[in-house]
T-cell receptor, first 116, second 116 residues
Framework: NAGVTQTPKFRILKIGQSMTLQCTQD?????MYWYRQDPGMGLKLIYY???????DKGEVPNGYNVSRSTTEDFPLRLELAAPSQTSVYFC???????????????FGPGTRLTVL | DQQVKQNSPSLSVQEGRISILNCDYT??????FLWYKKYPAEGPTFLIS?????DKNEDGRFTVFLNKSAKHLSLHIVPSQPGDSAVYFC???????????????FGKGTKLSVIP
C-alpha cells in the first residue's frame, strides 16, 4: 500500500495563478482532509470529505475549493493564488470520523507551495 | 485563540534520558487526545493517543499522561533515542464518547532533539 500520496512535492506560483493539489489514498478510507501548516504553527483544517460527493468546510476554507468524485481522490483547488497561501499542504485520510483507537488520520508527505 | 498549546518550541535531551513534552488545552469539550510525530519533509505520523476516561496510556517507550482537571497532557519518552528527534504535535478532538468528531485541533509543535 502506498498510503496517502500527494503531488506535486513543491510548487511556486505567481499571484493570481491557479493550481490543483492532488491527493490519492489506497486504503479505502471514507474520510479525507486537507490541512495547511504555516511556519511555526500547527496544522489547520481547510476542507474535509466524509465520502464521495460530500465535502464540507473546515477552519480556513477561504480561497480554496475541493471535490470528491471517487473514494480515492480528493484534489484541492487554489483559485487566484495569494501570498497568504504560501504554506505546506497536507492531505490525510481516516477510516471513519471517530477520533478513536486505531482510527488515526494518515497523512501524506505534503506539498510545499510558495506564492510570489 | 489557541485551544491547544505547546509552550515549548524546542527541547534537547541526552540519549538514554527521559523526554517530557507538554501540552495544555482550553476547550473542556475535548475528550480525545493524540500525539503525532513529524520528520522533515514528511507528513505527521500517529504516535499514541488517550481518551478522557483514562489518565495514562503506554505503548513501549511512549507514555501519555492526562490531567483533566488541569487540562494538561504530557508525552514521556523513555529512554530517548536519536531517532526520536522530530517535531511532536499534540492534537485534540471532541466527541469520542458521543457523536464522534472529524476535526483535530493541533498545537504548534515541539521540536525534540536527542543528543547522542
Amino acid at each position: 500500500n502506498a498510503g496517502v500520496t500527494q503531488t506535486p512535492k513543491f510548487r511556486i506560483l505567481k499571484i493570481g495563478q491557479s493550481m490543483t493539489l492532488q491527493c490519492t489514498q489506497d486504503m479505502n478510507h471514507n474520510y479525507m482532509y486537507w490541512y495547511r501548516q504555516d511556519p511555526g504553527m500547527g496544522l489547520k483544517l481547510i476542507y474535509y470529505s466524509v465520502g464521495a460527493g460530500i465535502t464540507d468546510k473546515g477552519e480556513v476554507p477561504n480561497g480554496y475549493n475541493v471535490s470528491r468524485s471517487t473514494t480515492e481522490d480528493f484534489p484541492l483547488r487554489l483559485e487566484l493564488a495569494a501570498p497568504s497561501q504560501t504554506s505546506v499542504y497536507f492531505c490525510a485520510s481516516s477510516y471513519s470520523r471517530w477520533a478513536g483507537v486505531a482510527n488515526e488520520q494518515f497523512f501524506g508527505p505534503g506539498t510545499r507551495l510558495t506564492v510570489l | 485563540d489557541q485551544q491547544v498549546k505547546q509552550n515549548s518550541p524546542s527541547l534537547s535531551v541526552q540519549e538514554g534520558r527521559i523526554s517530557i513534552l507538554n501540552c495544555d488545552y482550553t476547550n473542556s469539550m475535548f475528550d480525545y487526545f493524540l500525539w503525532y510525530k513529524k520528520y522533515p519533509a514528511e507528513g505527521p505520523t500517529f504516535l499514541i493517543s488517550i481518551s478522557s476516561i483514562k489518565d495514562k496510556n503506554e505503548d513501549g517507550r511512549f507514555t501519555v499522561f492526562l490531567n483533566k482537571s488541569a487540562k494538561h497532557l504530557s508525552l514521556h519518552i523513555v529512554p530517548s533515542q536519536p531517532g526520536d528527534s522530530a517535531v511532536y504535535f499534540c492534537a485534540a478532538a471532541e466527541g469520542y464518547s458521543g457523536a464522534g468528531s472529524y476535526q483535530l485541533t493541533f498545537g504548534k509543535g515541539t521540536k525534540l532533539s536527542v543528543i547522542p
